[in-house]
């Protein structure tokens, strides 16, 4: 499962994702902004993605945001959540690969829909390498969220 979630710097490309995961048949559930609100606050869809995230170690998020800075800060609040704002396709494999990232930050302002759709296609597809160094600092991430 994939938890979409937007505010409104980030709703534009939001939607766009979500055209893109159904043509890919990848499930996913948006978690709002459901309409285009310019008042609306990040924190809002970030807390809501990253607690939906964080209940499954196999469930996704992806975030947008104007930056991506500020979902990505919001969603690492959250216990368990290692988030990670994106911009090009060889941070996404590496996000995955060292870090096991499980929730992807993107910039609504910056990010062309295709350069996105290709990001998330490679974030997606990549797997956590699970090599010992990688596993012992998660190990000492998740050490001290306890």
Known sequence: MIYLGADHAG?????????????????????GNFKFNKNDDYPDYG??????VAKDKNYKGILICGTSFGVCVVANKVKGIRAVSINNLKD???SRQHNDANVLCLSGWEL????????????????????ARHKRRLAKIKKYES
């Open 11 to 31: 709703f534009k490309l939001k939607e766009q994702i979500k055209k893109y995961l159904q043509t890919q048949k990848l499930k996913f559930q948006d978690l």
């Open 47 to 52: 807390f809501k993605v990253a607690k939906a």
């Open 92 to 94: 996404a494999k590496l």
């Open 112 to 131: 062309k829909p295709d350069l996105a759709k290709k990001i998330i296609k490679v974030w997606l597809a990549t797997k956590f390498s699970n090599l």
